[in-house]
C-alpha cells in the first residue's frame, strides 16, 4: 500500500490542519480516510460485497425518503463531514437540513462539510464490529446534532442514539 503526501510536505498526521488534511486525501482519494477528534487518521477497507449491497439498499432507501420528504438532501459514504469535535467522518448514509446547507458558501460545499449530519447510519461487518460502531455513534456523530444508527449487513440488529440537542 502506498500512500501519498506531496515530496514538499512533511507532516505530523496528528497535527494536519483542515486544510492540510483535505489535501492529504484528495492525494489519496483511492482510499477512505477519516480522521478522530484527536487527529489520528484511519483509513478504512473496502466494503465486502454483502456489506456493499446493503449500503447501496439503505442509500436509496434514504434517497427515496428523502425526496419524499422535501426537507433535506441525503449523502452517500462518499461525503465526509467536519464535526463539532474536530473528527473528519464519513458515515455509510446520512440527512442534512436543507435550511442548515443554506447556510454554507459554495467553497464549503465542494469540500468536507463542516456540519454534523441530522441523521446518520453505519453499517457494519459480521466479524464483530458493531460495539465499536454503536460507540462511534453514540460519541462520534453526537457531539454536534445527529441521532445516529449502526447495523450489520447479515443480523436484524440496529444500534440507535437519541438526537441531540441542536449546537448549531
Given at each position: 500500500?502506498?500512500?501519498v503526501v506531496d515530496e514538499e510536505t512533511v ?20 482510499y477512505r480516510i477519516e480522521r478522530t477528534a ?37 449523502f452517500d459514504s462518499s461525503a465526509g463531514f ?87
Amino acid at each position: 500500500m502506498k500512500l501519498v503526501v506531496d515530496e514538499e510536505t512533511v507532516i505530523q498526521l496528528r497535527d494536519m490542519t483542515e486544510e492540510e488534511f483535505y489535501e492529504f486525501c484528495s492525494l489519496n482519494e483511492d482510499y477512505r480516510i477519516e480522521r478522530t477528534a484527536q487527529g489520528d487518521i484511519q483509513i478504512m477497507p473496502p466494503a465486502g460485497g454483502e456489506a456493499g449491497y446493503q449500503s447501496i439498499d439503505l442509500s436509496e432507501q434514504l434517497q427515496r425518503w428523502t425526496r419524499r420528504d422535501g426537507r433535506g438532501v441525503a449523502f452517500d459514504s462518499s461525503a465526509g463531514f467536519q464535526l463539532p469535535n474536530g473528527a473528519t467522518r464519513s458515515p455509510d448514509a446520512s440527512w442534512v437540513l436543507r435550511s442548515r446547507l443554506a447556510k454554507l458558501t459554495r467553497e464549503q460545499k465542494r469540500r468536507f462539510l463542516p456540519v454534523c449530519p441530522d441523521f446518520v447510519v453505519e453499517l457494519t461487518s459480521p466479524s464483530g464490529r458493531l460495539r465499536r460502531c454503536g460507540k462511534r455513534c453514540g460519541s462520534g456523530w453526537t457531539t454536534g446534532r445527529s441521532s445516529a444508527g449502526s447495523s450489520t449487513p447479515t443480523a436484524k440488529r440496529f444500534i440507535s442514539t437519541a438526537p441531540v440537542e441542536s449546537r448549531s
